[in-house]
């Protein structure tokens, strides 16, 4: 079964500034997909960025970018210029090729300063 | 709008008490999944239906049942429900495949007194 572990519960950023999340997974896949998704007060889920295994190059979506390193099985997202309402829970998640169902981490909870 | 519908959106019941949690996709997907969150937790996959099948089980409890209609839509029923069970209960959409995100409903926040 895969897994994805986010190992930062909380992270801040001052505005403006540049921040990382991490997160890994564990598959014996060697075909997937990589997701980041944010959760803000409001609670709804909303797909950030998107990675596809077979893909070297990594996903930008305007302020959003990732760092996918396939061999450390990492997958980080790093935002640009945060804004305050970047401030949300960040979750990281595994979908198969296979299976339709997407595993996803614990979060992070970003909080931007002003 | 994110094309995923979930109704009621807030629901306070008493345990013990039966409800159902109805979600209709975001048009032209075929895939359902049901998802828990605990106040300040993780998702948890309680169940995927795929154009009517179930397809994918999670670690849904035998107090829970779900269904996928011929419209499409799915319903999500907790039964004899405990305090434990109040959480947040999303539905997400997609085409069908895990190479496809989801698109989520804004949930059903579930509270049991």
């Known amino acids: 079964a895969q897994t994805v572990t986010q190992s930062q519960p909380e992270m801040s950023v001052q505005e403006a500034e540049t921040v990382t999340l991490s997160c890994t997974y564990d598959?014996?896949?060697?075909?997937?997909?990589l997701f980041w998704y944010k959760q803000p007060p409001s609670r709804q889920m909303i797909l950030v960025i998107r990675q596809e295994a077979y893909k070297q190059q990594n996903a930008t979506e305007n302020r959003f970018s990732v760092n996918f390193q396939k061999a450390a099985k990492s997958f980080s997202l790093k935002i640009s210029d945060s804004q305050l309402g970047d401030a949300a829970m960040y979750f990281c998640?595994?979908?198969?090729?296979?299976?339709?169902?997407?595993?996803f981490g614990d979060g992070t909870t970003l909080t931007v300063k002003p | 709008d994110s094309g995923v519908t979930q109704t009621p959106k807030h629901l306070i019941t008493a345990t013990g008490q039966r409800v159902t949690l109805r979600c209709s996709p975001r048009s032209g997907d075929l895939s359902v999944y049901w998802y828990q969150q605990s106040l300040d937790q993780g998702l948890q996959f309680l169940i995927q239906?795929?154009?009517?099948?179930?397809?994918a089980k999670g670690n849904i409890l035998e107090r829970f049942s779900a269904q996928q209609f011929p419209d499409l839509h799915s319903e999500l029923n907790l039964s004899s429900l405990e305090l434990g069970d109040s959480a947040l209960y999303f539905c997400a959409s997609n085409r069908g495949g895990g190479s496809y995100g989801y698109t989520f409903g804004s949930g059903t926040r579930l509270t049991v007194v």
């Open positions: 598959t014996s896949e060697s075909d997937y997909y």
């Open positions: 239906y795929y154009n009517g099948e179930e397809r």
């Open positions: 998640a595994y979908g198969g090729t296979n299976a339709g169902k997407s595993t």
